[in-house]
């Protein structure tokens, strides 16, 4: 049996590169050749204890890579050698749930998120992708993996944020908390048309990347409660949508305080143990808000969607990858993004070492070249 490097689960704030057995493609699936993947806040969650997941679980669910060997039945549909990401969600396509539309609820509750949950993830020199027929996507030739290894979830997820927030053209739109999630949910909020977009945090950094990603107006936690300066902003009224981007009871607290009745609270963020509303905010039940939350939409036709919104240059999220590691190094990317030490926004990792230029924003010209 041929063997790989993995990052292995271990246990509470543990994590090891290790020799593990290489994965062979059975019917249906693929394994892929990680050229490129990324840490998520997800996984600072899992390592930390506060998402459990099995001790020896390969974590990662970001995966950029090369077709290596592809099982009975996908032959006459991808080949070898051909670049591909998978989104972080990987839907069969055919059960319950995906066809009746909730494909990242595939199989019941989550079930769309296998990779580094249920089943092996990215971070490995090779990945074993379930129903590949639903989740393989080709990258278009133009396009480096720096510009789209945020496709699989970040850019994704942020998106949607706005879309179910269902933003229309002109609405007002608050996103609280802009990590890389809230940034690409102000990506969104711009792409969908909304005329004014409040992006907050308590980061000056992060806001300013915010306004390059489109926010009109950006508060900082650090200057007090942002809702006063919302609803003079709205007339009094309060934002017609309101994105959550970090899972916490207080940001959800205030992006429901920020709608105005009849509103919508768009949730993105993980929470962790009750999540309670506010009588006044909440307008004791009565207010007609809608509060929709999202997982990550995950299948081949999305990530599709994504990359052409890169290839036609509707959106750049490379100044989104600040950091570039080999895989190994990953004790050290892991302890910076984690820490969100000097500016980190996402860090590449790179299974086969790191590249003699790194994927940060000064040396894209670089990378351009060698693509
Ligand atoms: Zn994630
Ligand atoms: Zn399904």
Request: hydrophobic share 40%; proline share 6%.
């Amino acid at each position: 049996m041929q063997s790989m490097k993995a990052v292995v689960f271990k246990g509470q704030n543990r994590i090891a590169v290790e020799e593990v057995p290489r994965p062979v493609a059975g019917p249906g699936e693929a394994v892929i050749r990680i050229t490129t993947t990324t840490i998520c806040g997800t996984d600072v969650h899992i390592v930390r204890g506060e998402y459990p997941v099995k001790p020896g679980l390969i974590l990662g669910h970001e995966p950029v890579g090369v077709i290596e060997e592809l099982g009975p039945g996908l032959d006459t549909l991808y080949a070898i050698g051909q670049r591909v990401i998978v989104g972080a969600i990987t839907p069969c396509g055919q059960c319950f749930y995906c066809l009746n539309g909730v494909h990242s609820q595939c199989h019941g509750g989550l079930g769309g998120w296998r990779f580094g949950n249920t089943i092996n993830g990215a971070w490995a020199e090779y990945l074993l992708v379930p129903d590949a027929r639903a989740n393989l996507a080709p990258i278009p030739d133009a396009l480096s993996d720096e510009d789209v290894m945020l496709c699989p979830d970040i850019f994704s997820t942020g998106l949607s944020g706005a879309e179910s927030g269902n933003i229309k053209v002109g609405d007002s739109v608050a996103v609280f908390a802009q990590g890389p999630i809230g940034l690409c949910a102000t990506l969104g909020a711009k792409l969908k048309g909304a005329s004014l977009i409040v992006g907050i945090d308590m980061n000056a950094d992060r806001l300013q990347v915010a306004r390059r990603f489109g926010a009109d107006v950006t508060w900082n936690l650090a200057d007090g409660d942002p809702i006063a300066e919302i609803k003079r902003l709205t007339e009094g009224r309060g934002v017609d949508v309101a994105i959550e981007a970090l899972g916490r009871q207080e940001t959800f607290e205030s992006a429901l305080r920020a709608i105005r009745p009849g509103g919508t609270l768009s949730s993105l963020g993980v929470y962790s143990g009750k999540v309670t509303a506010p009588y006044e905010a909440f307008y004791a039940g009565l207010g007609d808000q809608k509060i929709v939350t999202t997982l990550c939409p995950g299948g081949k036709e999305r990530m599709r969607r994504l990359m052409a919104m890169i290839e036609h240059h509707r959106v750049d999220l490379r100044p989104l990858v600040t950091h570039a590691f080999a895989l190994d190094q990953i004790e050290d990317a892991f302890d910076l993004f984690s820490h969100q030490r000097d500016g980190v926004l996402k860090v590449a990792l790179y299974p086969g070492g790191k590249p003699a230029k790194a994927a940060v924003p000064a040396t894209v010209g670089a990378l351009d070249e060698q693509c």
